[in-house]
DNA sequence: AAATTAACTTGCTTTTAACAAGTAAAACTC
DNA sequence: GAGTTTTACTTGTTAAAAGCAAGTTAATTT
């Protein structure tokens, strides 16, 4: 879990937040959601950031559970689940888009596409919106 | 450390601003720096989301590691150090407010005023250069 | 029916966080 | 100017979480 211990753990936006995807591995996954593409676990586990797979499983249940994001069988090949970005979870794409800006911005090894970034801070609704439409639903 | 360990961490946006403050300590002292007018070690150890000493203090080395934040003896009272965000860490507030907006509209029990969330949906520059300016440089 | 794919779970080790106590430097207090 | 207080930590120990390796289960392909 994010944050399972702490008992009071409302009022605060920024500690809410936290408590619903606070944590480097789940940022990666909504990550590989929004822009990689990526919805099967063998995905994310083969994103090669080096996840364990017990951590894996225990962030994409987080998120499931924060209804962040969603779990259906895919209906092509049952052996497998389609891992998606709920409405909450696309909801999100603004704060990461406002953290690739910045991080572009002092990351000089960062591989942001130059059109992507000159899109993000011309015209950051449409970029959005080509972003939501190119997600699979 | 945010991350200390992996290899190589480079490339990927996200996974910069993960390795530079992603972790939830992080963003609170963030949160406390930005929105709290918090600026002393105790006053972060007192702001009652229950951090431990250790960690707040490795929290801030990184902070002030990465240049997110910098740390000055107070002139009034050399006992105590001034920790404040510097460019590079003001630059996170859109990100921030972005969270923020996404977690008022989430938590229902969100103690953000409500006329701060109607100027960050309808005015944000505004709202963000008033913050800016009522931060302690 | 046997082998393969995909998504996990379980057990163990290592790392990090939480908790409690102690130290050190500056600054007030008498 | 000596002793107490304030502030910012550090150190040591325990508890929790992450990382690693191997095993299990259900669906699917051969």
Redo the contacts with the bound molecule.
């Keep these: ?1 994010v944050d ?2 702490t008992k009071v753990w409302s009022g605060c936006p920024v500690r809410f937040g936290m408590s619903q995807f606070g ?1 480097k ?1 789940s940022f990666l996954i909504l990550r590989d959601l929004m822009f990689k593409g990526r919805k ?4 994310f586990m083969e994103a090669g950031e ?6 894996l ?2 962030r ?2 987080d998120l499931e559970n924060n209804e962040i994001i969603s ?1 259906t069988r ?1 209906p092509l ?5 389609i891992y998606s970005l709920t409405q909450k979870g696309t909801e999100l794409l603004p704060m990461m888009l406002a953290m690739m800006d910045w991080a572009e911005k002092y990351d000089d090894v960062t591989e942001v596409p130059q059109e992507f970034i000159t899109k993000l801070r011309s015209e950051p609704e449409k970029l959005q919106q080509e972003i939501l439409e190119n997600l699979p639903s």
């Design positions: 879990m399972k211990k944590d591995w099967y676990y063998y995905e080096g996840i364990s797979t017990n951590v499983a225990s994409l249940l779990k895919d090949k049952g052996s497998r689940f």
